[in-house]
Structure formats: structure tokens, C-alpha cells
């Protein structure tokens, strides 16, 4: 019998030896997998540093992003010198419901402002919930990891 | 039976009502025990963990949970389904398989009823499940379920065969048909050395390719893999029993299983010796005898259940032709030589 | 037409041939089904199991990429084009991205595109590792799918590592990949070259990408009854293959050896020294087998690149606004699935003016209509499953 069976005894031995094995998964919500550094999990801002130029809300393939801005003014530099103007943010919305992960504007932001964060866990019940505004995006920032070393480094 | 054991008088009809709830609740412990089983080995044979959060760490509540579930859900019905066909057909295939652990032996006075034409009454009454299927096939509206019970149909006929012929040998070496007698049968010696008497279990005592048939036969019986075609989940989604849910699914969950304990225990009984130990004596036996048996239907069933994670299924065109053409003579040979070999010796 | 063979060897399987009035049914199989890989209909007419034709209904997942990318700059179809056939994410980006290069008449610099070249064969094995997986458990067998799953979970953590994504990772850039997040007078610029530690878990995961490759040849391809299931099921002649356009694996189990990373010059494959795999009989079988040599080959190619791998920039110099000179090309690459290509026309500026994709499932579905005649229902789940296509890839 052993002959005409051989391949069917050796998957079986193989299905045997992995049965003994120690299991590869873990049970998420009691032990949760850290995701690497570079993830893309939320996007976070910054919003001292933006300057309502407009360039992600642009570049964003899918058009989550909502911005509003205005001006305002501010003393001179010096005395006699020309009005300065500010621009300062109204509104920054980041729809994650449309938002495909794509990164370009993290990556198109000229002041940096907008930062990858690898925190996945924000779920909610009702899609109009999915809408981050300026206070929630400013949160994730406590999340965004440090820069990982490189390769040759 | 149980009366001598307790050394009293009972009513024999209370001592039926008895044995009926001690049936039930066995097939249905046992079940629970077996479906457990299939999913703690299945998942560690893929690397996976399987049931963890129900009743703490090993998940052991998971199927009482799944039993909770399917209790509570609702009644669906296809709207061209034949009402009266839909309802009936998974009991009857529940009741054909609860009906073969009537004469299952557990210990040498321990079984509900041990009839004489025992192995007969065994292989009739298995074959009612096979209506049932067909059944469930053709009135659930579902050109999927069709398909599904026909294959049924054909294979559940044609690996009835092998499985009769294989149990005809075993009748033939032991000279008897129930099966209390086929367990005393095996524990005679059949050979002395010095003044121990060597007994062996029928499985090495000549009926090995009749050991290897009727495994073989009883996948094909059970619809497991790798005989699966009627349920075939990649094709058909699940065969005949598709449109089922809730209740009428359990019934048929269970049925599936309660069909593999009940082949493990009589392959037990046949081949390997059943409640016998050799070594023990009768009277220790009336109290280990189920447990013995316990532990060779459970080496038997998870022979099944890893045979049905390692394999892919056969086309029922191969399938037909194993049985046809390979199971079906190799049978009869062994019922040939097993009889020849009983008359000579 | 002649008839196939396995008409010829189901024939003469039938020992007794009874002439009954039976019926002819209609079956949809799908669009919602286990094993369609998506949402393909296939109308089938069937005598009891004998399929006598198929007739496929596509289209159930058009998303219109076409029509996106007349609206959309270079960067933001990158980041959308890797969605097409989404098993394989990487290798979706690079025939796009070579073809605005010469368009733009520049060249990424060697480490971006040794860089490229690991990657996309990472999403080679990645997209041949589930179907691997899927394959057997389409045939029956449950187990082969964790197993090949597990070592492919190495490949997206990886993948994860260098772009941050693992199914979609939206990494190259034209002329290059991308070189850092955050851009122009920023001083906070984070590189986004490799990673510490990724060239030596490459190489492990590699190691592990071959021994499950031997796990699955004893599980699988040693056993009879998928062996049953599969030799001779399915055989599309050579001649059948090249006239209807089928192309990459499945084209080469039927026994021609043409890979395009060996003929097209978009990425170094011609530094690295490989083996293309080529099948005998073209049934089931063959398409298996050569995917599984494909997934070794792979691994050889990535580590003798790990090994060589050069320094340097990611990106060559380009404008931060980037306009394609007017012009059209067309560039293919050899994509996991088979051969895809973009014909892009640009009138000069940000947007393209047309952007074709030729995508392999597409070309390769169009066989169906042929090769499922006559056979017995179970064979078609073993001839889909073989032809290993996406309804992404083929609806586009």
C-alpha cells in the first residue's frame, strides 16, 4: 500500500509535522501586532506649520481634503514698513472614507506639515465620523515614530 | 443488560426512555467533542491558532456557542421550495444515522439493544441518510442543490457496496452478525506461546485491506473530503444543504458528525477489537469498556480529520471509477480468501 | 476545429452509453461564486455534468480607469494604476512609469532601478504564492493556502518596510522611486531608501520562500489525486495560445519560452542571471508547475541583486512640476500575470491625453470560450483557477 500512496503519505506527514508547530498567528484585540515605522496608517498635521497653500488639497487624486483659509493682518516689521499678511487655517478636513493611502501629500507639502502615522485603529460606526477635522489630525501627531535608520547607515 | 449491573428491576419501558436520553445526550457530547476537535487540529495543522475567546483560553465553549446560534436564528424557506420535502429531509437524515447507535457495543453487556442480525440491521438502517440527501437536493429550488444531491445520490450508492462487502468479510471471519459477538470473536487467541494466549484485533488478525475498504467507504459515506464532491464548497457552495439555516442546518451539522462517531465506533467494533483490551478482565471491563472504546474511535476520527485537511477532492468521475472498479473487486477478493481461509483452518 | 483531447479521453471513459431525452440546463455560475476570482459570470449550458458551452459576461468590476486618467496628473496615477491587478501592486507601476520616462527622455539611476527590479519581483512571488494557495483549495485542499499564506505575510512585512504600504505601495516616481517625504525648502526631509535590516530579511525570507516551495511541491504537487485533478485537464494547444493573445505563464506551460524580461530592456533584468520556465502539454498541471519554478527564480534573482546592490540616488533630477513632452509610447512588462502594457499619449503637460492599459487577464480570458467545452463541471474550476487571472485586471 505504501508505493501507489507515496505523494498522499508525504502531504499527510507534512500536515502532521506543522500540527505540532508553534502557530503563527496572534489573537488580535488581546495581542496586537506593532506595525513598522513607515506605515501608513493616518496622516497627522501639524498645523502651526501650514501655510493654506492649497498644494495637497490639489494633488490628492481622490479630492479628500477640505480646506478653508483666510487672511489676516499683522503689524510691520518694522516701523513704516509694509502691512504683513498671515494666512491662517479655517478648516482642515481629511475625509479617511475617500482617502486611498497614497501618501502625495504628505509628499508635496513644501513646509511639512503633514506626517505618516502607522495608527490603524480608528473605526467608526457611522461614515460621517470618518471625517477628521483640524483638533483630531492635530492628536495623531503624538503617534508619528521617529525616522527608522537606513540600510548602511 | 444495565439491570444486572444494577442489580435491579426496572420497568423495561422506563428503562427504554432511559436509554433513549442516554443516547441522545451521548451523540450529542460526543458530537460537541468531535466538532471541537476538528477545529483545534485543523487550525494547528494550518498554523493557525482556531477557537480562543470562547469560554477562556482553549476557546472549549466554541461549539455550544455555534449550537446557541443556530437555535435563535430565523426560519428561511425558498419560496419555490416542496414545504413538506424541505422540512422532512434533514430530520430523516439525522434519524438514520442516530438509529445505528442502537447495537454499538460499549462494554460486554452495554449496548442499547445487541441484536443478532446486528451488522445487517447496521447497514440498512445507514443507507436511510442517503434518501434524506436526495431529499434536501431536489426540493430546495437551487440549481446548485440539485447538483449537489444527485452527486449525492450516485456516490452515497455506490460506496455502500464496498462498505457491505468489507463487513461481510469481517461476519465471515467472526461467524457471527451482531456485534457483541464480533468483539467476543476477536478476543479468542489464535496462537499460544508458552501459556499466553495471543488474540488479535481483526485488523491484524487478516482483515487489513477489509480495514482499509471500509475506512476508504466510510469517508464516501460521510461526504468528507476527499469525497466531498456533493458538498464541494468551492463549486457549489454546500451542496444540498445550501438553503438551509438555523435549526434545519444544525440538524444537519449534527448529522454529519454524529454519522462519523457512529462509523468510527462500528470500524472499532469490526477491526480493531472495540471495548477489548487484552490483559483486562470482563468484569473491570463493564466500567473501562467505553472508555476503551472512546479512545479507538477517537484515533479513528482524527484519522479523518486529518485526512480531510491534507487532501484535495476526487472529480465524481474518478470517485465513481475508485469505487466501481477498485473497491468493489478488491472487497470480494478479500471475501474470497477470508472465506477459504475460515474453511481450511 | 479539432476536438481537444480531454473530449477524446472523457469519451472513452464512458464504457456503456445509454440514449436517454435529457434536458439541457442553464447554469450561472457567478457572478457571486467561491471560485470566479471575482465577479465573472459564466453562462453555462449544461447536460447534467457535461458542460456543452460557456459563454463568459465580464465587465461587473469596470471602474473606468481609462476615463480617470484624463483628469488626473502623472503622481496621482501612479498612486491609482497599482489597483488594477492589486495581488500584484508593485509590478502595475513600472511599465507606466517607464513609458513617461521616455517620453521625458531620462533614466532612473542604477540603485532606483535595482531598487524597482527587487521589488517587483516581490510582488512576482507574492502574486504566484496565492496562486499557490488558492489553486489547491479550489481543487480541495484546505491546508496548502496557510501555508503558502504565512510565508507571503514575510513578503508584505517587507514590502511594508520600504514603502509603507503592502498591497499598494505607491513608490515609484518618474525617474525613480520616491526619494523622501516631504519636499522642497523643508529641512525635516526623511529619506525613504531601505530601511537597517531590510537586505538581511530579504534574505531569510527568501530561504523561506523556497523551503514552502518544497512544502508545497510534497503537500501538493506529489499528491496523486491533485495530480488526478489536473494532468491533462485543460490543454490549450501552442497555436490556440499565440492566436488568442494569451500571454505570460500560461503561454509558457503550453511550451513556448518567451519572457519579456528577457527581450525589453525597462528594467536591468539582463545583469542577473535566470532561468525562464517553460511547461511541456499546457494543461492545469504545466501552469502550476511553472508558476512554482517562477517563485524559485524569483528568489534567485532577488538575492543575487541584494547581493550587488549599488549606491547612489533614488531619483534623477526632475523639475517639481513635472510636464511630458508631447510624444506617445508604448511599453510592456512582464507582469505576474502575464504581459501588460501602456500606450500613453501626451500632448505636453501635466495630464496625459490617453492612456491605454493592455491588461494580461483580459487577453487571457478571451481562451474561455474555447477551452470549456465538453469537459465535466469540476474541470472548470480547475481550468479557471489555473488561468490565474483578476477581475481587476480584465475589467479594468
Known sequence: MSLPFKGLGKGMWITLKTLFKKPVTINYPKEKEIPVPRARGVIALDAEACTVCMLCARECPDWCIYIEGHKEEQPPAKEGGRVRTRATLDRFDIDYALCMYCGICVEVCPFDALFWSPDYEYSEAKIADMLHPIERLTEWLETVPDAPPLEGS | MIAPLLGLEINFWLLLVVKMGLIAGVISGAALVAIYGELKISAHMQSRIGPYFAGGRFGWAQPIADGVKFFQKEDLMPDDADPFVYKAAPYVVLGGTVATFVIIPWGPDLSVRDLDLGLFYLLAVSSISTIGVLMAGWSSANKYSLMGGLRAAGQLIAYELPLVLAAVGVAIQAGTMSLGGIVEAQTQAVWTIGSVDIALPYVLGGQLIGFVIFITASLAELSRTPFDMPIAESELVSGYMTEYSGFRFAAFFLGEYAGMIALAAIASTLFLGGFWVPGVSADALQYLGPLVLAAKMGALIFLFIWMRWTFPRLREDQLQSLAWRWLIPAALLNIAVTAVFKVVL | MTTPPEIMMHLSEAAVSVELETAEMTLNIGPQHPSTHGVLRLVAKVDGERVSEVEPVIGYMHRGYEKLTEVRTYPQ??????????????????????????????????????IRLILTEMARISSHLIFASSYPLEIGAATPLMHALRERERILDLLESVTGGRFHPNF?????????????????KVSQDLPAGFLDETRVAMERVVSVCDDLDGLVSGNEIFQARTKGVGVIPVEIAKSYGVSGPNMRASGVPFDVRKVDDYLPYDQFDFDVAVGENGDCWDRYQVRLEEIRQAARIISQAIDSMPSGELQAKVPRII????????????????????????EGGRIPYRVKIRTASFSNLTILQWILKGILIPDIIAILGSLDFVLGDVDR
Open chain 3, 323 to 346: 510636464k511630458v513632452p508631447k510624444g506617445q509610447v508604448y511599453v510592456r512588462a512582464e507582469n505576474p500575470k502575464g504581459e501588460m502594457g501602456y500606450f500613453v499619449v501626451s
Open chain 3, 77 to 114: 496615477i501612479t498612486a491609482l494604476v497599482n489597483r488594477i491587478d492589486w495581488v500584484s501592486g508593485f509590478a502595475n507601476e513600472i511599465p507606466f512609469m517607464v513609458a513617461a520616462e521616455r517620453l521625458m527622455g531620462i533614466e532612473a539611476p542604477p540603485r532606483a532601478q535595482y
Open chain 3, 172 to 188: 515609484n516616481r518618474i525617474g525613480g522611486v520616491k526619494p523622501a517625504a516631504g519636499a522642497g525648502a523643508s529641512t525635516k
